[in-house]
């Protein structure tokens, strides 16, 4: 059984602008190779659904590579590189246990319910303000909105948003591997602590309000997590809420400006809104994610030794077409039922799934109700490829529609 490293694989650059700005080209020529596998200048690219959906469920030979990361960004020593290698997405067994359960009641399914009105209201605030513009950068207008639910499930005044938002922007671009950028990348992290360390001070030790910040200090007091734990969980909280959703929006009304019949129904009927959504997470999503072989194991005739750095192409592996039939059309009623890959596989699933689906559902009920005959007016930017994928910029015009009372189905 051959190795991984002796097959003949073709070479993805996927930290390429080139990549980014569409990485379909190499992925038919991957496949033209070999079924699931690629090689790419920072490990082994695993291209097939099937194997994805395998090999992301070994957890016990599998582990998440915060310390070659901070190596390829040469951060140890920074509070980002400590962040990289010690928060809850890189975390393990029993801490990881502790760390998720601290948090995990406030994104199940049943809060995420009752936070819809929430969501519905404030993008309607938001509409009301950029929906009569008639233009401008759907990726701007994007960024507004569930970050603000995010504060509001922290019970954190959505004044100190402005002051943060860059900061932000730039944590979430943080794990993309561009390694020029980690002098911004770290004081953005400093600024991002010095944030969440007022927030805690300002709220104190008394709680009352019953909001998730008052349920992770509660966890701190009780020693569910320390005071280090609490403040990168926050940081993480707010990262979250920020960027990952942000970009599925923006990838949504891409999706939905080259299918005009499909945004107008998701206007007038929330039940296909959210097949629309649906299939979305299946044509494309933010979020890559990689993991470092700690055991070495054989998947499908090839011997992947301990060491191996595998990529896994979460954003576009929906597009696999030895899994869904005619991939790159967009299709909200296509016949395939397999899951969305898009939140992960294993312990390490995403947990704010609900409530990012649930915050684009909402949004792009709305949006597509005050924003009619949306338009394509300028070049359309793409972030890189590892990480957090996304779009950069999204100029758009329409037609705007006044604000009346929206009819919505209740969840």
Known sequence: MPTINELELETMPIASAEFGDDPMPWFNSARQKHAWLAASEIGFVITGYKAIDDILRLDDKLTMPGEAIVDIMGAKGTGWGDFAVDQMLVASGERHKRLRGSASTAFGPGNVKRLRPLMRETVSAILDEWAPKGAFDFAEFASQFPVRVMFALLGTSTEHLPSIIKYLEIHGESFNLEVEKMPMIEDGYQRLWKFVDGLIAE????????????????????????????????????????????????????????????????????????????????????????????????????????????????????????????????????????????????????????LAVANVEEGIHLITQRIANPRLVGKVTWKPFPGVWGITSLPIDFDPVPSQPAQVKQL
Do not use: W
Request: proline share 6%; aromatic share 8%.
């Open 203 to 354: 709220r104190g030790t008394d709680g009352g309000r019953g909001d998730l910040l008052d349920v992770m200090i509660a966890a701190r007091e009780s020693g569910q997590v320390n005071d280090k734990e609490l403040h990168q969980l926050l940081i993480l909280m707010f990262a979250a809420g920020y960027d990952t959703t942000k970009n599925l929006l923006i990838l949504l009304m891409r999706s939905l400006l080259d299918n005009p019949e499909v945004y107008r129904r998701c206007g007038e009927d929330f039940d296909y809104a959210r097949k629309v959504v649906k299939e979305q997470l299946r044509f494309a999503t933010p979020s890559n994610t990689m993991r470092l072989v700690a055991e070495g194991f054989a998947y499908d005739g090839v011997e992947i030794p301990a060491g191996t750095m595998l990529i896994f192409p979460l954003t576009i592996s929906g597009r696999d077409p030895a899994v869904f039939s005619d991939p790159m059309a967009f299709n909200p009623d296509r016949p395939e039922r397999q899951p969305s890959q898009a939140f992960g596989r294993g312990m390490h699933m995403c947990l704010g799934q609900f």
